[in-house]
């Protein structure tokens, strides 16, 4: 699923809901009504709302993931590549490694940032500071954001958005929230986000001192591990699609 704007979600959103009640014979025109209000509010969700989902989303994610000891090897290699990674546009970066065998990397717009062990160990040090780059630069181009967004209009339905505007969102259940973060993580960016994300990973390479090459070199190894059918790669090429040919224009750009 790519990242929608907000004109096309809504007005999907309302053709689900209008079916919805078409078939529900007890609920009352204030219930329709009351919907079709968060549905709008939907699409003014502030800033500080996102923000506030982000990290009740991260927090679970922690509880439901191992984190690497901050004495891990995995954890010192991460802090030290991304010493001058400590915030981007005025939100701290916080980022982390999930001891995991899968291939991944995600990030939230609240500036969390998480990074697989099994991701790290078939990355070299300018590779896995590409992805970390990259994954900022998702924070940085509000792209993370815009995921938020979306989950959470698909979630109107289930009253996630308060009735009145300006006030936080609704507590989610466990269920709820769960389901919430699985839209989050497993959202699939655009083709422009990704390649407003990859230049700016080249960017951290670069001005880090770092060898370029790296960014061309991670999403080569990307592609063919894709290429082999690898399990452990499927959510990130899910995620952040077509390797090889964002490779093939990170050389074009180096």
């Known amino acids: 699923m790519r990242i929608l704007s907000i004109k096309p979600v809504f007005t999907t959103t309302i053709a689900i809901v209008a079916i919805h009640l078409a078939g529900c014979q007890t609920?009352?025109?204030a219930d329709m009504m009351s919907t079709g209000t968060s549905v709008l509010e939907a699409t003014s969700i502030t800033d500080a709302q996102m923000m506030q989902e982000a990290q009740i989303a991260a927090v679970s994610l922690d509880q439901n993931n191992t984190l690497a000891a901050a004495n891990s090897k995995y954890q010192k290699r991460v802090n030290n590549l991304a010493k001058h990674l400590k915030a981007v546009d005025g939100i701290p970066l916080n980022i982390k490694v999930y001891m995991t065998s899968d291939i991944n990397a995600f990030a939230?717009?609240?500036?969390?940032?998480?990074?697989?062990?099994g991701l790290m160990d078939a990355m070299?040090?300018?590779e896995l500071l590409f992805i970390i780059g990259h994954e900022v630069g998702h924070v940085a181009k509000g792209h993370t954001?815009?995921?938020?967004r979306t989950s959470l209009l698909t979630k109107v339905g289930r009253e996630v958005i308060t009735k009145t505007a300006g006030q936080q969102l609704a507590v989610l259940t466990a269920s709820q929230l769960g389901d919430f973060t699985e839209k989050v993580i497993n959202a699939q960016f655009s083709q422009k986000n990704e390649r407003e994300a990859d230049d700016y990973g080249l960017e951290v390479l670069k001005q880090s001192g770092k060898n370029s090459e790296g960014a061309a070199t991670a999403l080569e190894k990307l592609a063919a591990m894709g290429d082999s059918n690898s399990t452990f790669v499927t959510q990130m090429l899910s995620t952040h699609p077509e390797p090889k040919a964002r490779a093939a224009r990170i050389r074009k750009a180096i």
């Open 27 to 29: 609920m009352s025109a």
């Open 108 to 117: 939230m717009p609240d500036g969390t940032i998480r990074v697989y062990s």
């Open 124 to 126: 070299n040090d300018d």
């Open 145 to 148: 954001k815009q995921r938020i």
